[in-house]
């Protein structure tokens, strides 16, 4: 069984920051992209930001990650992506998940995992 537990979120007031983790667990051969995904209410889900095992990263709004506003990381060696959030607005009120593609043993396929997500809300 593998798993993927979220942890950091919280109340913040507009313009803090917070820095969400997310640790995978279990049978785990090998891990390849991982992400944050976060869900509005009343929205759809959708991509923050990913990174490859090898560390490349994307932002579907490159400015944020530009401006120092969000930046992707991880630890290849716990398993772990992180999510470090800055100058934190209102509109970033979601509830935050992460994902991550992991092969469970040599020569198996990829499957993808999601975590529980994490509550991030933001006051003005």
């Known amino acids: 069984q593998v798993q993927l537990v979220e942890s950091g979120g919280g109340l913040v007031q507009a313009g803090g920051s917070l820095r969400l983790s997310c640790a995978a667990s279990?049978?785990?051969?090998?891990?390849?992209?991982m992400g944050w995904y976060r869900q509005a209410p009343g929205k759809q889900r959708e991509l923050v930001a990913r990174?490859?095992?090898?560390?490349?990263?994307?932002?579907?709004n490159y400015a944020d990650s530009v401006k120092g506003r969000l930046t992707i990381s991880r630890d290849n060696a716990k398993n772990m992506v992180y999510l470090q959030m800055n100058s934190l607005k209102p509109e970033d009120t979601a509830v935050y998940y992460c994902?991550?593609?992991?092969?469970?043993?040599?020569?198996?396929?990829?499957?993808?995992?999601w975590g529980q997500g994490t509550q991030v809300t933001v006051s003005s």
């Open positions: 994902n991550a593609g992991i092969v469970r043993v040599v020569g198996g396929f990829e499957s993808i995992y």
């Open positions: 279990g049978t785990i051969f090998r891990i390849n992209a």
């Open positions: 990174i490859t095992s090898g560390g490349i990263t994307y932002y579907k």
